[in-house]
């Protein structure tokens, strides 16, 4: 029992380096990488979303603006209905 806690302590003491260099790879990708990555991804997202809500509100005014041609057209058209219906006045 004493020879295989011996070989544990000496497997771990020997695993030491092995986990500092993970761990400083793990800082050095953390701040190097994946914080400028998620930075950009985040603006990203946010013109993203900007760009939606623009081309929403652009199709709201095109809609709008459907809605007030189809008005005046109706207004148009019952016009012409009206003076085709008058009888015609002849001097």
């Known amino acids: 029992m004493q ?5 544990l302590g000496e497997l771990f003491l020997q695993a030491v380096p092995t986990v500092l260099i993970i761990l ?8 190097v990488f994946f914080k ?13 979303v900007g760009a939606q809500k623009a081309s929403e509100a652009a199709q709201a005014a095109a809609a709008e603006k459907v809605k007030q041609y189809q008005e005046a057209l109706r207004q148009a058209r019952g016009r012409y209905t009206r003076s085709r219906r008058r009888p015609q006045k002849t001097a």
């Open 36 to 48: 400028p990555l998620l930075a950009v991804m985040a603006e990203r997202d946010a013109r993203t």
């Open 3 to 7: 020879t295989i806690v011996q070989q």
């Open 24 to 31: 400083l790879f793990y800082i050095n990708l953390r701040t």
